[in-house]
């Protein structure tokens, strides 16, 4: 089983440039209940996870692009990706770029830079 990428409506596993996927996940606590126990611990309630999602992709056609584009456009993007196991969240930060990879046959082949980022995914929905 290959990595898996869900942008929006658009599936772009297919474009993932390998060695080029990142899923990096930190934990996010609550800092207003923390205390301090007996033993001098730190002791935090984990209430969800910040997570980024790095990806490369190549060869993506005239369509993929215009879809991650627009899809790039909204404040919020929901995403499926592989972390290993498959995951789902909505991404805030996001940054996309593309450069035109090469023209064939009358179609454009872009190169996808792409990076996502929520600050905050609560508990239950990783």
């Known amino acids: 089983m290959g ?9 772009v596993s297919r474009f993932i440039t390998a060695n080029k996927y990142s899923s990096v996940t930190s934990p996010v606590y609550d800092e207003e209940s923390s205390f301090v126990n007996i033993y001098g611990e730190k002791i935090r309630t984990r209430t969800g996870h910040e997570v980024t999602v790095k990806a490369v992709l190549s060869d993506v056609d005239d369509t993929a692009a215009a879809g991650l584009s627009a899809a790039f456009e909204s404040e919020s993007i929901r995403v499926r990706y592989s972390a290993p196991e498959e995951k789902e969240a909505d991404f805030c930060g996001v940054r996309l770029a593309l450069s035109l990879d090469r023209v064939f046959g009358g179609k454009q082949f872009w190169t996808a830079d792409i990076e ?5 995914v609560p508990e239950d929905c990783l």
């Open 3 to 11: 990595v898996y990428l869900k942008i929006g409506d658009i599936d």
């Open 116 to 120: 996502l980022h929520a600050a905050f």
